[in-house]
């Protein structure tokens, strides 16, 4: 009777994707330990042989895996729960099925478990022919089947069912009429557990008048299954948050709570750190003032804690000692994105296969030696690149006084020296981390900061206009001061993925990284465009000027208000990244932001800003050199050392400088991605002026004459040759992509061409080109990754080449 009175409080493994490893698990258990917490349910979606082959025996290892799972977690105090998900495809009127339902739990029950769950959650409600006649509904079906499965394990003290109305949104027509909970509620044996998610899937917050309605419906108090942290139905988003919007005072109405968390084991350490914070109060002795729970106070205490794991030197998928020795501190999810993956009790012995990164120039690589060396030998060329005076946290040259530069702090070059090796995070940092990845309802403080902000400058962006009225100073320093403070916090979020990426504890990284990767990338984008806005976007007195129409860029809702209080956080997807995504002239262009991460990270920093006349020289000996390495690095001594400049950047970075984007790191300029607004007007501006120079700097004879310059000008007007008016009309714009890098990070290039791209549509482009070499396949797969589509054939022109296309 005692075991039937405790409150049920803990983690229930029951998400979609890739179930965590046994190691992983016996962490957990010592987490639960420490934290107070009693209960696990070992459910996990994409184990086959939970759901899909849920008839299936498990084989002697897989036993001998789960035996030692039960143990491990009877020895720290917890109870194990093993659910079993049959509903899919179960004949609730075939006695064979039922027979393999019994034998299936008969052996879990052989092994030691003595708590079990039957899961309906996430299936249709059809019942077939047999079933039809057999039931008199879908529910007593259920309940029939279920009754006798809790008496044939001898009516365990803790049995759960989960309902397939399993929250308020699911049930029709509502919670207190609906004839399914309804059925539950009579018929179900009165000691069997029913599971409840609240209101929705993910509930924004449990209420005692909701508990009570449907305490009442079921006559009997529910268990919570909480998908407050879980993250399954959203490949973008992490919540790192604090467990919250769930009042202690609704255990009394409750037979428990078990959180079903992120699919990141590490992502959950704050979550399971303070639902055990959630779970202690009332039960220990404390100040008055501290006797109720504080999401905010068990955050600090959460964070104190979280800063020792995230600093030790832990593997991908093992523990230190550290987490077994310290003292307890002072979804059921729709539209899974995530692979399939198999059995979890199948040779799970260490964490499942990942690549392992070689993450800088200083861990020593554990990837197959041919990919390792190729990183090895580019990272030396890069490191015999000359510095640049322009760094990237640094104000670049020709950046007005006061103007976001796309550099910051001074200070933040001394925090360099952890993107060279393994250095530690910050409390800091960890902050911003964690408020950068909070709650699916709920942003925390550096991202409402971020998405305020940027949302500000884009809707004023008018007093830093070109060509319009001016603004007065006043409001005009306003905008440069806010979009000062804006570019610092991308820049704290740019060294926060080096640290990351840099750090000690490879078992965060592997687990966070693609999160942190990608915000990364949002971040780089974002404080691209706002440095590009100061003196470059068109005013509303232009042709093409749009600022009057910025709401216009991405629709006139966030994602805050897109999702509404009632809403699931599906509706939304993308978290803090897809609302900043959102908040971009091509927001609604998902191909541009939506790609893997790549096979081996860097700790490189990286930083994308517009254009400046002293990063002429340093362009032109980029190009130079990539010309020379497709020449086998044989050039002419007679040769000009402008000319492959001169053809490739120079009309360009001469006519239309305000469409030209750097790529810089610690080592200085990398590479740039040149664009066109207008190609009509571009291509007289350059017969009238550009071509007129090159002549007179290339003379056809004199004693200054340089071999083939004749040639050189003859491709110089063929690169300027013209267009038919089909493609101008929906393509009016054209890429350069000569000088793009060659880097480890794939994704910086597509990063830096999607800063062009935010460029060219606030400025009022509808479309844009790029004309490609056929043989050069590389860059063809890139455009086409990059949502461009062929659009024509060189033909049409003097010279062969793919056009490749894509409307803004």
Same mark, same amino acid.
């Given at each position: 009777?005692?075991?039937?009175?405790?409150? @049920?409080?803990?983690?229930?493994?029951?998400?979609? /994707?890739?179930?965590?490893?046994?190691?992983?698990?016996?962490?957990?258990?010592?987490?639960?330990?420490?934290?107070?917490?009693?209960?696990?349910?070992?459910?996990?979606?994409?184990?086959?042989?939970?759901?899909?082959?849920?008839?299936?025996?498990?084989?002697?290892?897989?036993?001998?895996?789960?035996?030692?799972? &039960?143990?491990?977690?009877? =020895?720290?105090?917890?109870?194990? !729960?093993?659910?079993?998900?049959?509903?899919?495809?179960?004949?609730? $009127?075939?006695?064979?099925? @039922?027979?393999?339902?019994?034998?299936?739990?008969?052996?879990?029950?052989?092994?030691?478990?003595?708590?079990?769950?039957?899961?309906?959650?996430?299936?249709?409600?059809?019942?077939?022919?047999?079933?039809?006649?057999?039931?008199?509904?879908?529910?007593?079906?259920?309940?029939?089947?279920?009754?006798?499965?809790?008496?044939?394990?001898?009516?365990?003290?803790?049995?759960?069912?989960?309902?397939?109305?399993?929250?308020?949104?699911?049930?029709?027509?509502?919670?207190?009429? +609906?004839?399914?909970?309804?059925?539950?509620?009579?018929?179900?044996?009165?000691?069997?557990?029913?599971?409840?998610?609240?209101?929705?899937?993910? =509930?924004?917050?449990?209420?005692?008048?909701?508990?009570?309605?449907?305490?009442?419906?079921?006559?009997?108090?529910? @268990?919570?299954?909480?998908?407050?942290?879980?993250?399954?139905?959203?490949?973008?988003?992490?919540?790192?948050?604090?467990?919250?919007?769930?009042?202690?005072?609704? #255990?009394?109405?409750?037979?428990?709570?078990?959180?079903?968390?992120?699919?990141?084991?590490?992502?959950?350490?704050?979550?399971?750190?303070?639902?055990?914070?959630?779970?202690?109060?009332? #039960?220990?002795?404390?100040?008055?003032?501290?006797?109720?729970?504080?999401?905010?106070?068990?955050?600090?205490?959460?964070?104190?804690?979280?800063?020792?794991?995230?600093?030790?030197?832990?593997?991908?998928?093992?523990?230190?000692?550290?987490?077994?020795?310290?003292?307890?501190?002072? =979804?059921?999810?729709?539209?899974?994105?995530?692979?399939?993956?198999?059995?979890?009790?199948?040779?799970?012995?260490?964490?499942?296969?990942?690549?392992?990164?070689?993450?800088? $120039?200083?861990?020593?690589? $554990?990837?197959?030696?041919?990919? !390792?060396?190729?990183?090895?030998?580019?990272?030396?060329?890069?490191?015999?690149?000359?510095?640049?005076?322009?760094?990237?946290?640094?104000?670049?040259?020709?950046?007005?006084?006061?103007?976001?530069?796309?550099?910051?702090?001074?200070?933040?070059?001394?925090?360099?020296?952890?993107?060279?090796?393994?250095?530690?995070?910050?409390?800091?940092?960890?902050?911003?981390?964690?408020?950068?990845?909070?709650?699916?309802?709920?942003?925390?403080?550096?991202?409402?900061?971020?998405?305020?902000?940027?949302?500000?400058?884009?809707?004023?962006?008018?007093? !830093?206009?070109?060509?319009?009225?001016?603004?007065?100073?006043?409001?005009?320093?306003?905008?440069?001061?806010?979009?000062?403070?804006?570019?610092?916090?991308?820049?704290?979020?740019?060294?926060?993925?080096?640290?990351?990426?840099?750090?000690?504890?490879?078992?965060?990284?592997?687990?966070?990284?693609?999160?942190?990767?990608?915000?990364?990338?949002?971040? @780089?984008?974002?404080?691209?465009?706002?440095?590009?806005?100061?003196?470059?976007?068109?005013?509303?007195?232009?042709?093409?000027?749009?600022?009057?129409?910025?709401?216009?860029?991405?629709?006139? =809702? $966030?994602?805050?208000?897109?999702?509404?209080?009632?809403?699931?956080?599906?509706?939304?997807?993308?978290?803090?990244?897809?609302?900043?995504?959102?908040?971009?002239? &091509? /927001? +609604?262009?998902?191909?541009?932001?939506?790609?893997?991460?790549?096979?081996?990270?860097?700790?490189?920093?990286?930083?994308?800003?517009?254009?400046? +006349?002293?990063?002429?020289?340093?362009?032109?000996?980029?190009?130079?050199?990539?010309?020379?390495?497709?020449? /086998?690095?044989?050039?002419?001594?007679?040769?000009?050392?402008?000319?492959?400049?001169?053809?490739?950047?120079?009309?360009?970075?001469?006519?239309?400088?305000?469409?030209?984007? &750097?790529?810089?790191?610690?080592?200085? !300029?990398?590479?740039?991605?040149?664009?066109?607004?207008?190609?009509?007007?571009?291509?007289?501006?350059?017969?009238?002026?550009?071509?007129?120079?090159?002549?007179?700097?290339?003379?056809? #004879?004199?004693?200054?004459?340089?071999?083939?310059?004749?040639?050189?000008?003859?491709?110089?007007?063929?690169?300027?040759?013209?267009?038919?008016?089909?493609?101008?009309?929906?393509?009016?714009?054209?890429?350069?992509?000569?000088?793009?890098?060659?880097?480890?990070? &794939?994704?910086?290039?597509?990063?830096?061409?999607?800063?062009?791209?935010?460029?060219?549509?606030?400025?009022?482009?509808?479309?844009?080109?790029?004309?490609?070499?056929?043989?050069?396949?590389?860059?063809?797969?890139?455009?086409?990754?990059?949502?461009?589509?062929?659009?024509?054939?060189?033909?049409?022109?003097?010279?062969?080449?793919?056009?490749?296309?894509?409307?803004?």
């Amino acid at each position: 009777m005692e075991e039937k009175k405790q409150f @049920l409080c803990g983690v229930v493994e029951g998400f979609y /994707g890739r179930p965590w490893s046994m190691d992983q698990r016996k962490v957990l258990f010592q987490w639960m330990q420490n934290w107070g917490l009693n209960t696990y349910l070992y459910g996990p979606k994409d184990d086959l042989k939970h759901r899909l082959l849920w008839r299936e025996v498990y084989s002697p290892e897989e036993e001998s895996q789960l035996r030692t799972l &039960i143990v491990e977690a009877k =020895s720290r105090g917890l109870k194990f !729960v093993y659910a079993l998900s049959p509903g899919q495809d179960i004949v609730f $009127s075939s006695s064979c099925d @039922l027979t393999l339902l019994k034998r299936k739990l008969r052996q879990v029950s052989d092994l030691g478990c003595q708590a079990f769950a039957i899961l309906f959650d996430d299936i249709d409600h059809s019942m077939c022919q047999a079933d039809s006649e057999a039931f008199s509904s879908f529910a007593h079906a259920q309940v029939t089947v279920t009754n006798e499965i809790y008496r044939f394990l001898g009516e365990p003290p803790v049995f759960l069912f989960c309902p397939t109305e399993y929250c308020g949104s699911l049930c029709s027509p509502s919670v207190s009429k +609906s004839p399914y909970l309804q059925t539950v509620g009579e018929d179900l044996l009165p000691n069997i557990t029913v599971v409840w998610t609240g209101s929705k899937v993910i =509930s924004r917050k449990l209420s005692v008048d909701c508990l009570a309605e449907v305490e009442s419906v079921l006559q009997r108090p529910p @268990l919570i299954w909480d998908n407050l942290h879980a993250n399954d139905y959203d490949s973008r988003r992490l919540f790192l948050g604090p467990f919250k919007g769930r009042e202690p005072q609704l #255990k009394s109405h409750l037979r428990g709570l078990l959180l079903n968390p992120n699919c990141e084991f590490e992502a959950n350490y704050i979550p399971l750190h303070t639902l055990g914070s959630w779970h202690r109060t009332g #039960k220990e002795e404390r100040k008055d003032e501290e006797c109720d729970y504080c999401s905010d106070r068990a955050l600090s205490a959460a964070l104190r804690d979280w800063m020792e794991e995230l600093n030790q030197p832990l593997q991908a998928g093992r523990q230190s000692s550290r987490a077994d020795q310290r003292s307890a501190p002072t =979804s059921r999810c729709k539209t899974p994105d995530r692979p399939d993956c198999p059995s979890t009790l199948r040779g799970t012995s260490t964490v499942a296969k990942l690549p392992v990164f070689p993450l800088n $120039s200083s861990s020593p690589p $554990s990837s197959p030696p041919t990919k !390792v060396k190729g990183e090895r030998e580019l990272r030396e060329g890069e490191k015999r690149r000359p510095n640049q005076p322009s760094q990237p946290n640094q104000q670049p040259p020709g950046s007005k006084n006061g103007a976001p530069s796309g550099g910051g702090k001074g200070q933040k070059a001394q925090g360099r020296a952890l993107c060279s090796g393994k250095g530690l995070l910050s409390e800091s940092q960890v902050r911003l981390l964690v408020g950068l990845h909070y709650l699916p309802h709920e942003h925390g403080p550096s991202a409402q900061k971020l998405l305020q902000d940027l949302t500000w400058l884009k809707t004023n962006c008018h007093l !830093v206009s070109t060509s319009g009225k001016k603004a007065p100073p006043q409001k005009s320093d306003e905008w440069r001061g806010r979009a000062s403070r804006f570019l610092s916090l991308c820049e704290d979020i740019a060294q926060l993925h080096c640290s990351v990426v840099g750090g000690a504890n490879r078992a965060v990284l592997y687990d966070l990284y693609p999160y942190v990767w990608d915000l990364r990338n949002m971040a @780089l984008v974002a404080k691209a465009f706002i440095c590009w806005l100061d003196g470059r976007v068109l005013s509303d007195s232009s042709a093409l000027g749009t600022w009057r129409n910025c709401f216009h860029w991405c629709g006139k =809702s $966030s994602g805050a208000d897109l999702l509404g209080v009632d809403s699931e956080p599906w509706v939304f997807k993308g978290g803090v990244s897809g609302e900043v995504q959102m908040l971009l002239p &091509i /927001g +609604s262009s998902s191909e541009l932001f939506t790609h893997p991460p790549p096979l081996f990270p860097t700790s490189r920093l990286y930083n994308i800003r517009p254009y400046h +006349s002293k990063d002429k020289v340093e362009l032109y000996r980029m190009v130079r050199q990539l010309h020379l390495r497709t020449q /086998g690095g044989q050039e002419s001594s007679a040769a000009h050392p402008d000319v492959i400049g001169d053809r490739c950047l120079g009309p360009c970075l001469a006519l239309c400088p305000e469409y030209s984007f &750097i790529l810089e790191d610690e080592l200085g !300029v990398c590479g740039c991605v040149l664009g066109i607004l207008d190609v009509r007007s571009f291509a007289k501006r350059c017969q009238a002026s550009w071509m007129p120079a090159m002549r007179d700097k290339y003379p056809a #004879k004199g004693g200054n004459a340089y071999p083939n310059t004749q040639d050189l000008i003859r491709l110089m007007e063929e690169d300027q040759g013209e267009y038919p008016d089909s493609l101008l009309y929906h393509f009016p714009s054209q890429l350069r992509l000569d000088a793009l890098p060659e880097l480890v990070d &794939i994704s910086v290039s597509r990063t830096l061409l999607t800063a062009l791209l935010t460029a060219l549509k606030a400025n009022g482009s509808q479309g844009v080109f790029c004309e490609v070499q056929p043989t050069d396949r590389q860059r063809l797969e890139f455009l086409t990754k990059m949502g461009f589509l062929e659009i024509l054939r060189g033909e049409a022109r003097s010279r062969e080449g793919v056009v490749l296309g894509r409307l803004l």
